[in-house]
């Protein structure tokens, strides 16, 4: 009797001990408030009029992270700088950037967000962002948008290191892809759709 008796203990500590190891696996380090962006263009227009700029951001949260650990309980990261000012800046650096010129070109940030929800011992993680561009002058206009979407993948644990990269990868993919776009950019360089 004795030994069956520590026999089930044992069972049973076991059983314990492995719980206890799984969910310390899955359990990510504490959420960083914010996230470092790098914007980098790799968009050059040759031989493009003056344009002048405007980056707005019509998002409904300021938030670039949103980790959920359960329903009730989710914990959020912005950036370090605002994205809108970090795209402007960029672009300002590759583009004929004036104070005041004949093309107006308006970059919107619609969507920019990474989604970590905990689905049982593990996290299904998912990247979208979503940029848009009109560009005028005068009467003429020409609209573009661009989504990028990573994911959803299972990971077992956050590692906000690989986020950040990945966020800041999807970010200027999206913004070279917009500015790519044929339409828009005959139209930011010769000033007609």
Do not use: W
């Not at 344009?51 to 938030?63: E, G, K, W």
């Amino acid at each position: 009797m004795k030994a069956k008796l520590y026999s089930i203990k044992r069972v049973y500590f076991s059983a314990l001990t492995v719980l206890f190891l799984s969910a310390c696996g899955s359990t990510p380090g504490p959420t960083p408030s914010a996230l470092q962006l790098s914007v980098q263009s790799s968009v050059v227009l040759a031989e493009s009029q003056p344009l002048q700029l405007t980056v707005s951001d019509r998002r409904t949260q300021n938030h670039l992270l949103r980790v959920e650990h359960s329903l009730d309980h989710a914990e959020f990261a912005t950036a370090t700088q605002p994205v809108a000012t970090l795209i402007s800046e960029e672009l300002q650096r590759t583009l004929p950037i004036v104070g005041q010129a004949n093309t107006v070109l308006h970059i919107y940030i619609d969507h920019a967000l990474v989604r970590a929800v905990r689905r049982g011992n593990e996290y299904e993680v998912e990247h979208r962002v979503v940029l848009s561009a009109v560009a005028t002058q005068g009467n003429a206009q020409v609209r573009s948008e661009m989504t990028t979407t990573m994911g959803p993948q299972t990971v077992r644990r956050l590692d906000y290191g690989r986020i950040e990269r990945d966020f800041n990868r999807n970010l200027n993919t999206t913004l070279d892809a917009l500015l790519r776009e044929s339409e828009l950019r005959q139209f930011l360089q010769v000033g007609s759709p």
